[in-house]
């Protein structure tokens, strides 16, 4: 039995009076089991669920998932774990000067790529087509990163930062974002599934809390320019010479710290977060460029498809077979299926009975890392990997 001590009942009253103005125990989160997590003075609300977030099984894998560069051994290129940092980092700085819940901020910013695949956008596009073909519904990452807080790991993450991670999506930018009004879980939940059958509702999400609306944009302010940096460091392009001059800056400190002002400065004291049109139209421009000169650079692009498309579908195959033959000596078992089972501390939800084997290939799948997702591959078909990793030294 877990002992948890707690502070004395009059020091929680002499520092709820003198630092918290006596709100120190408002809890407005709204979970599925209301009687766990309740907040304490010194663990608020969304204090629990960002602490959740980073220890729960997956933020770990962070360290080595992809963010734009996958084929290079560079401690310098950003991995997911930077960039989630970035982005609680930004959309913080912003949200104090809204007065915005700060703790919630962070819970969303630090989950909202949880559920993001190996090898970036080309494995979500991967493992979306395999899924799709398979049954006929989407895979988004964002959508899955709620499925690995909520339903993979049943940790009982707040409505409100549940909602803020579904709805980041940062691919999508807005120049306005109204909160869009959610009441409970069964509202969230048709808004999730509806996600999985109908191919155009990620558009459509909006966030349900000004903090999430914040998040949404700050994850956009954070990649644009440090895959930029990145872009740099692989060689890939020579300098930000090579982007358009405008009135966000072609570098990564100035976009932040222009977009950054001019969200302040159009969202102070209003019930939306805004952009006005001239910094909206500098930041679309900005993410153009990062299109046509980076990611969809061929240097990049090939290797994904002619390597890495056809392991996903060698992995998947397989995977979904070793399932349907009940084959347990399958990492699927071993490293998968046992390990959420061991992880999942609390009652209330049994993966394996409220998921089927496609599901199941696709969560175990979407929670690798790069080198484990090659080292699978090598394990499962005795064969050495077609990729070949920029060295350390290849420049040298």
Same mark, same amino acid.
């Given at each position: 039995?877990?002992?948890?001590?707690?502070?004395?009942?009059?020091?929680?009253?002499?520092?709820?009076?003198?630092?918290?103005?006596?709100?120190?125990?408002?809890?407005?989160?709204?979970?599925?089991?209301?009687?766990?997590?309740?907040?304490?003075?010194?663990?608020?609300?969304?204090?629990?669920?960002?602490?959740?977030?980073?220890?729960?099984?997956?933020?770990?894998?962070?360290?080595?998932?992809?963010?734009?560069?996958?084929?290079?051994?560079?401690?310098?290129?950003?991995?997911?774990?930077?960039?989630?940092?970035?982005?609680?980092?930004?959309?913080?700085?912003?949200?104090?000067?809204?007065?915005?819940?700060?703790?919630?901020?962070?819970?969303?910013?630090?989950?909202?790529?949880?559920?993001?695949?190996?090898?970036?956008?080309?494995?979500?596009?991967?493992?979306?087509?395999?899924?799709?073909?398979?049954?006929?519904?989407?895979?988004?990452?964002?959508?899955?990163?709620?499925?690995?807080?909520?339903?993979?790991?049943?940790?009982?993450?707040?409505?409100?930062?549940?909602?803020?991670?579904?709805?980041?999506?940062?691919?999508?930018?807005?120049?306005?974002?109204?909160?869009?009004?959610?009441?409970?879980?069964?509202?969230?939940?048709?808004?999730?599934?509806?996600?999985?059958?109908?191919?155009?509702?990620?558009?459509?999400?909006?966030?349900?809390?000004?903090?999430?609306?914040?998040?949404?944009?700050?994850?956009?302010?954070?990649?644009?320019?440090?895959?930029?940096?990145?872009?740099?460091?692989?060689?890939?392009?020579?300098?930000?010479?090579?982007?358009?001059?405008?009135?966000?800056?072609?570098?990564?400190?100035?976009?932040? $710290?222009?977009?950054? *002002? =001019?969200?302040?400065?159009?969202?102070? %004291?209003? !019930? &939306? /977060?805004?952009?006005?049109?001239?910094?909206?139209?500098?930041?679309?421009?900005?993410?153009?460029?990062?299109?046509?000169?980076?990611?969809?650079?061929?240097?990049?692009?090939?290797?994904?498809?002619?390597?890495?498309?056809?392991?996903?579908?060698?992995?998947?195959?397989?995977?979904?077979?070793?399932?349907?033959?009940?084959?347990?000596?399958?990492?699927?078992?071993?490293? $998968?299926?046992?390990? *959420? =089972?061991?992880?999942?501390?609390?009652? %209330?939800? !049994? &993966? /394996?009975?409220?998921?089927?084997?496609?599901?199941?290939?696709?969560?175990?799948?979407?929670?690798?890392?790069?080198?484990?997702?090659?080292?699978?591959?090598?394990?499962?078909?005795?064969?050495?990997?077609?990729?070949?990793?920029?060295?350390?030294?290849?420049?040298?």
């Amino acid at each position: 039995m877990l002992k948890y001590e707690k502070l004395s009942q009059e020091l929680q009253n002499k520092i709820n009076q003198e630092i918290f103005d006596g709100n120190g125990f408002l809890d407005p989160a709204i979970r599925r089991n209301p009687t766990r997590d309740k907040a304490t003075l010194w663990r608020g609300a969304f204090v629990r669920d960002a602490e959740k977030i980073m220890h729960s099984p997956y933020y770990n894998r962070y360290a080595d998932k992809t963010q734009v560069f996958s084929f290079y051994k560079n401690d310098d290129i950003s991995h997911r774990a930077l960039h989630v940092q970035l982005v609680s980092r930004i959309a913080r700085n912003i949200g104090r000067l809204l007065g915005l819940n700060l703790d919630l901020i962070e819970s969303i910013a630090l989950g909202h790529d949880i559920g993001h695949t190996p090898f970036g956008h080309a494995g979500e596009r991967f493992l979306n087509d395999l899924y799709h073909a398979n049954t006929g519904r989407f895979f988004n990452h964002n959508v899955h990163s709620v499925r690995v807080l909520d339903k993979i790991f049943n940790l009982n993450i707040s409505l409100q930062t549940l909602d803020g991670i579904l709805c980041h999506n940062g691919e999508f930018e807005c120049k306005e974002y109204y909160p869009s009004k959610l009441s409970d879980f069964d509202e969230f939940d048709e808004k999730v599934e509806k996600c999985y059958i109908d191919k155009s509702a990620i558009k459509q999400l909006i966030p349900s809390t000004l903090e999430g609306c914040v998040v949404r944009i700050s994850d956009m302010i954070a990649y644009i320019g440090k895959d930029r940096q990145d872009a740099i460091k692989t060689k890939l392009i020579e300098s930000e010479d090579i982007f358009r001059e405008n009135e966000i800056g072609k570098h990564n400190a100035t976009i932040i $710290h222009n977009l950054i *002002v =001019n969200i302040i400065e159009n969202s102070y %004291g209003k !019930n &939306y /977060i805004r952009l006005d049109d001239t910094h909206y139209n500098a930041l679309k421009t900005a993410k153009k460029d990062n299109y046509i000169i980076i990611y969809q650079n061929s240097k990049i692009a090939n290797t994904y498809d002619t390597k890495i498309l056809p392991m996903f579908e060698k992995i998947y195959a397989r995977l979904l077979s070793d399932l349907k033959h009940s084959t347990y000596s399958s990492p699927i078992y071993k490293h $998968h299926i046992e390990y *959420v =089972n061991t992880a999942n501390r609390f009652t %209330g939800y !049994n &993966y /394996i009975e409220n998921s089927n084997w496609d599901e199941i290939v696709v969560d175990y799948i979407a929670s690798m890392t790069d080198d484990y997702f090659i080292d699978l591959y090598e394990y499962l078909f005795n064969e050495k990997s077609p990729i070949k990793y920029v060295s350390y030294f290849d420049n040298v």
